[in-house]
């Protein structure tokens, strides 16, 4: 028999439990977990579905990619780790699992003939799989098939009831706004596809970049976009890590000015708008990698002296990209050690 945590409106047990079969007849409030898998693939967002088991209720329906019970006595992410690997074969770490948010469902229905009312306490996490991964072992009782699906149709779909499915689009939608933080997705990217960039999608980045806080507003820097291939090369040459740049359509050289107000807080300013920089060339689909130059004297002379950039300013890094032509999964660096709460 499969029995649960009664939890209170905080989704907290309360120290009671409860049988499956007594929560759903009687409305008992108790917990699910459900869990999203993701993936990029070529510049696009993917999610996969899992197609319900005949034997269940919503036969054949797509829904979530696994959900299931909270067992008495388990926790949120424990138990979506363990439903992963039981309904679909995939092996996680509970830090591998992204928060998206809490829902609360209340479903009153029948079913097989008696009363069901549904009282269930749900979080919802997703989680990035690695652009290839396509090997789930299926649980028969459970899924009889998984599907990958462009998140963008998978919504509209959803909308539109244009496939057979048992998907919250409130559920779904929470999923994308974690999902299009690409904080948690962004990779160095240092192999580009012989293609040019766009003049409005270099604009973006620089914009992105420029919106950057800095100490007392200073705004210290300045860009140089490289296109020249004679450039390039030699940037690609200013420091053993750099050689990349010169198979890149294009690099931006970002520069501060040394009589800012508080020159001493320049580098950092210059950090932050390279972090913005960064996102926002993931965010147009492209891919790039920080090149160190700053504060390494010899590199940032070397720079200077291949862009003739005047006195007044310092070369502070190189930044090569274009349209990705390598695809990488981005570690989970979360590390719970690093943490100390003073309460
Ligand atoms: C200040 C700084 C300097 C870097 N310098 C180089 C470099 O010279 N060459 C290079 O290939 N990558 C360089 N990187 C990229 C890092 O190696 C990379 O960010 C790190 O390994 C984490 O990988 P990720 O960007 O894919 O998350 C630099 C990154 C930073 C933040």
Known sequence: MEIFDVVNEYGEP?????????????????????????????????????KRALTKSFPGCYDISSAGHIPAGDDF???AIRELS?????????SDLIYCGDKYIVWDDEFFGKPYHDRQYTRVFMMWLDPDENEFTLQEEEVVDVLWLDLEKCIEGVKDNSFENCIDIDELRMVRRTAMNNIYTRVSIRKYQDK??????????????????SAANQQPWEFYIVTDKEKLEALSKVSPYAGMTKNAPVAIVSVYRKDCSLPAYANIDMSIAM?????????????????????????????????DIPDNLRAFAIFPYGYPAEEKKQQNRFDESRIHYVE
């Not at 917990?31 to 898998?37: P, V």
């Not at 270099?202 to 950057?212: D, H, K, V």
């Open 86 to 94: 039981e309904e679909l074969g995939i092996m996680a770490e509970e």
């Open 275 to 307: 972090e913005n920089l960064w996102l926002e060339t993931d965010a147009q689909g492209l891919g790039g990698v920080w090149l160190g130059i700053a504060p390494l004297e010899d590199r940032m002379k070397a720079v200077e002296g291949i862009l």
């Open 77 to 79: 992410r424990e138990s």
């Open 14 to 50: 309360t120290g009671n439990t409860v049988d499956r079969e007594t929560a759903h007849l009687e409305g008992v409030r108790h917990r699910t977990s459900h869990l999203w898998l993701l993936r990029k693939k070529a510049g696009n967002t993917e999610i996969l579905l899992q």
């Open 196 to 213: 040019p960039v766009e003049k409005e999608k270099t604009e973006a980045i620089l914009r992105a970049a420029m919106q950057a806080p």
